[in-house]
């Protein structure tokens, strides 16, 4: 199977998955706040898989292999699976807050929460266009180099700065505050990857000290 092939059946299965989450806890089709973060986030996987296809096949096909069984240090597999775990409840808890009403989330700030999410999509794109080698596991490659320019040369990890915009704003966009402790349980699982990462790549990847002594922050500049 090509990869083109793979990697839309792949996304086509992942987003009736995501609608599943979405509608059957909010036990209605008429949910606007579902529909448009349904649309948008699927507006955003459906032009970073047709970039990396055009563009980057090889990182294309990289990400694929994703996950706990994927990753080889023992230490990612555990961190992979808990974070699993939130991501599969981060959409679920927040529609059945909206649901019944356990907070109240106006509307401009789920708007709100849409934005984020895609700013957050839009960073992880070009943290793609900038470092072809970054795959969805902790791996290097005899190829492999330090890449500093762009968003690397902002935060260490713009990646993960992306990913965390991006569960930031799923809750809000969906009508949950609730919600949020999840993303902030994601946040914590983020930084216990980036942290055992970087201990990885100061062994594996010629350069990476320097440059983290270089780029002072990982994922918020000023701030961590």
Not at 90 to 107: A, E, I, K, N
Not at 162 to 174: D, E, N, R, S
Not at 206 to 216: E, L, S
Request: proline share 4%; with cysteine.
């Amino acid at each position: 199977m090509s990869v083109e092939r793979k990697t839309w059946e792949g996304t086509a299965r992942f987003l009736v998955a995501l609608a599943i989450l979405i509608f059957l806890p909010a036990w209605s089709l008429s949910y606007w706040r579902g529909w448009l973060f349904l649309i948008l986030f699927a507006a955003c996987v459906i032009a970073m898989n047709a970039y990396l296809l055009k563009f980057d096949p090889a990182l294309a096909e990289r990400r694929m292999k994703a996950g706990p069984s994927a990753e080889k240090e023992p230490a990612q597999k555990r961190i992979q699976a808990i974070a699993g775990i939130f991501f599969f409840l981060l959409t679920p808890v927040s529609v059945l807050d909206h649901r019944l009403g356990w907070s109240s989330v106006p509307t401009h700030l789920s708007l709100l929460g849409d934005g984020v999410m895609v700013i957050g999509f839009a960073l992880v794109l070009a943290v793609f266009k900038e470092n072809s080698f970054a795959s969805a596991t902790i791996e290097t490659t005899e190829t492999q180099k330090v890449v500093s320019s762009g968003p690397y040369g902002v935060v260490r990890h713009p990646m993960y700065s992306g990913a965390l915009l991006i569960v930031a704003g799923i809750p809000l966009a969906l009508g949950s505050f609730w919600g949020l402790l999840v993303s902030a349980a994601i946040t914590a699982t983020i930084v216990w990857r980036l942290l055992h990462e970087e201990k990885y790549l100061r062994r594996h990847l010629a350069g990476y000290g320097a440059y983290a002594r270089r780029t002072r922050y990982r994922l918020l500049p000023g701030i961590f």
